[in-house]
């Protein structure tokens, strides 16, 4: 399992990465474009310590997604979770979808 994880600021990253741990992935931590997304550098720290093997960090969910895919092999699972946000981004990604930007979200 690659899993590519993001969380937004004031969710909890480590219960969610508690619940993901057994499934013993290697995690590419990344911050979404929502503009409460958490640092990776944390939520890195965090899966650390929760025994995940952290393979890389990213600053936007297109560019853990291309890292985890550039790493798969056949056979291996690609979980893009932790916030919605991160499932949308892949999915615009995947299907060609021209995201929505709102300007008066950004931080």
């Keep these: 399992v690659i899993l590519v994880f993001a969380a937004l600021g004031g969710h909890s990253a480590e219960g969610m990465l508690s619940a993901l741990?057994?499934?013993e992935p290697a995690a590419i931590i990344v911050r979404s474009r929502h503009p409460r997304s958490a640092d990776p550098t944390?939520?890195?720290?965090t899966a650390?310590?929760?025994g995940i093997e952290v393979?890389?960090?990213s600053?936007?969910?297109?560019?853990?997604?291309d890292q985890a895919i550039e790493m798969s092999e056949p056979g291996d699972l690609i979980l893009c979770t932790g916030s919605l946000s991160v499932a949308s981004e892949v999915l615009e990604e995947l299907r060609d979808i021209e995201p929505e930007?709102?300007?008066n979200l950004r931080p």
Excluded: Q
């Design 55 to 57: 393979a890389v960090t």
């Design 59 to 65: 600053d936007t969910v297109s560019g853990g997604f």
């Design 48 to 50: 650390r310590k929760l």
């Design 21 to 23: 741990a057994p499934l």
């Design 101 to 103: 930007i709102y300007p």
């Design 42 to 45: 944390n939520a890195a720290e």
